[in-house]
């Protein structure tokens, strides 16, 4: 906590202060715990995360450069409300984007990093047994991550970081719809088996594939007005 009663804290300040407070708010907008639309006022964040209000007002240019928070004149800074068809356009680009390292990685993957994503794929497995949501959501992202390590296109995986900030909180939301979780298990376990045997063209395919199920669903919902 930023304050105790009866003594004075040292709120952090500096670069690190605002990694901290960005990553802290990043995940915070994740989970839904702060939600579309809400004010985002500094002193309340440097507080609850232990940092300046410098440090916080840092921390939500960085957010605002991810496309997670926006400020409106006059009125501060918000969580960003995005559109669906918002948040098909990003991951219609994350498709082409994902398609390119999961080839990518089945021809260039060392050993070890297959290993690494066959292993990450037997965690996913236990955690959807187990209905365990927040460990599934943590296993999807760590299996992008060692997709991207062994892809080896460094352009490629920061574009994709970029534009999956943008969409993290909805990607959440898909992983907890009934099925959902299951569905992602079974197409990440299609891309871990291709990269392995070094089918190029099918790891493109199938992880394509896995971007185009969330396209589909949102596709399907009503229009926003």
């Keep these: 906590m930023a304050h105790r009663t009866g003594e004075h804290v040292r709120l952090l300040s500096g670069v690190q202060a605002r990694r901290i407070a960005a990553r802290r708010l990043r995940d915070e907008i994740t989970r839904g715990a ?71 990685a089945a021809q260039n993957a060392a050993d070890d990093q297959v290993e690494r994503l066959q292993a990450t794929v037997g965690r996913l497995r236990r955690a959807v047994a187990d209905h365990e949501s927040l460990e599934c959501w943590e296993l999807i992202q760590e299996h992008h991550r060692l997709v991207a390590e062994a892809a080896r296109h460094g352009l490629a995986s920061s574009l994709v970081e970029l534009l999956q900030s943008r969409v993290a909180r909805h990607s959440f939301q898909f992983l907890l719809r009934p099925g959902r979780a299951q569905q992602a298990l079974a197409e990440l376990t299609q891309v871990v088996d291709a990269i392995a045997e070094r089918r190029a063209d099918a790891a493109e395919r199938v992880a394509r594939a896995h971007l185009q199920s969330s396209i589909d669903e949102l596709l399907r919902e009503p229009t926003e007005a």
């Design 34 to 104: 702060v939600v579309p639309g809400q004010r985002l006022v500094e002193p309340e964040l440097g507080e609850r995360y232990g940092v300046t209000r410098n440090s916080a007002r840092l921390a939500l240019d960085v957010l605002i450069a991810e496309g997670l928070v926006e400020r409106i004149p006059n009125r501060g800074a918000r969580v960003r409300v995005m559109s669906g068809s918002e948040v098909v356009a990003v991951l219609e680009c994350r498709q082409v984007l994902d398609g390119l390292l999961a080839r990518k």
